[in-house]
C-alpha cells in the first residue's frame, strides 16, 4: 500500500467520523449539561398509546379523568385519543412545554412526562399553547426558534386569551417531571394574565402557592399549589428534596 492510497483511506476515515457525528442528534453540549441540546430521535419521546392514555388520565381523580378528552402524541403531534364529554382535557406533556431561560437544562429530555387534566377554561387557552410547542418541536425547531415561533404565533392571534378560572391538575404519582425530583408533589395549577400575578400573595413566607414569574413570551403567569393526595386518593408526602418546582 503506497503513502497516497494510506492518506486517501485517513482523509475519508476522518470524513467519515465527521458526517456520522454532525448527523448524531441530541447531542450533549458538555459534561456539566448530560442532556441533549436539541431534539432526540422522535421515537425516545413516543410511548405505547394505551399507556399514554392511562398515564394521562392519572393527572387527576377518576371522577374527572373517566370522562375528559385525552390527547396522546403521535408523529405529527397531539391527537385525539378519546373523546370526553365533560370539557377537561387530558395529556401528557414533553420536555419542550419547559423554559426557555438558561435555568431549563431538560428542554430536550426525552425521559419528561408530564400527565395534566385542564379544565374547560384552560383547556381553551394551554392546549393550544402545547400544539404550537410540540408543531415546532417536531418540525425540528431549537429550542430558540420555537421561543421565536410561539413568539410569532402569539402576535398572530394563534393563542386564545386566557380565560377567567383556568387550572390543571396534575396529581399523578407516575408522572417524571424531571430528573431531580421525579414525579415531585401532587399540586394544583392555576392560569392567570400577568397582570393580575401580585394579587397571589405567592412566594411569601408561609404562603401555599408558588410561581407567578413571567414565562416569556408567553402572556401566562402559572401558579402552583401543592395538596396532599394522589389522584388515586392515597397520600403523598409534605415535601420532595427540599425543593419547590415551577412548571
Not at 475519508?12 to 450533549?28: E, F, K, Q, W, Y
Not at 419528561?112 to 400544539?131: D, E, F, S, W
Request: neutral net charge.
Amino acid at each position: 500500500m503506497n503513502e497516497r492510497t494510506i492518506q486517501t483511506i485517513a482523509f475519508a476515515t476522518v470524513m467519515l467520523v465527521a458526517a456520522l457525528c454532525a448527523a448524531r442528534p441530541g447531542r450533549a453540549a458538555d459534561a456539566k449539561n448530560p442532556y441533549p441540546t436539541s431534539m432526540a430521535p422522535l421515537d425516545q419521546y413516543l410511548m405505547n398509546r394505551n399507556a399514554e392514555i392511562t398515564l394521562a388520565r392519572s393527572a387527576a381523580p377518576p371522577s374527572i379523568a373517566k370522562d375528559a378528552t385525552v390527547l396522546v402524541l403521535g408523529k405529527d403531534g397531539y391527537e385525539t385519543a378519546v373523546k370526553g364529554t365533560n370539557g377537561f382535557v387530558c395529556n401528557v406533556d414533553r420536555s419542550w412545554m419547559d423554559r426557555f431561560d438558561e435555568n431549563s437544562p431538560e428542554f430536550w429530555n426525552p425521559r419528561r412526562r408530564g400527565p395534566v387534566c385542564y379544565n374547560p377554561q384552560a383547556a381553551k387557552t394551554i392546549v393550544p399553547l402545547v400544539m404550537i410547542r410540540t408543531r415546532l418541536a417536531l418540525a425540528g425547531k431549537s429550542k430558540a426558534e420555537i421561543k421565536e415561533g410561539l413568539k410569532a404565533a402569539i402576535e398572530k392571534g394563534e393563542l386564545p386569551a386566557i380565560e377567567p378560572s383556568g387550572m390543571s391538575f396534575m396529581l399523578s404519582k407516575q408522572g417524571h417531571l424531571n430528573d431531580h425530583d421525579g414525579h415531585w408533589l401532587p399540586h394544583l395549577m392555576f392560569y392567570v394574565a400577568p397582570k393580575d400575578a401580585e394579587t397571589w400573595g405567592a412566594n411569601l413566607p408561609n404562603s401555599p402557592i408558588i410561581g407567578g414569574s413571567p414565562r416569556d413570551p408567553e402572556p401566562i403567569s402559572i401558579f402552583l399549589v401543592t395538596v396532599d393526595k394522589w389522584s388515586d386518593g392515597t397520600d403523598a408526602p409534605s415535601k420532595m428534596n427540599d425543593s419547590t418546582k415551577e412548571n
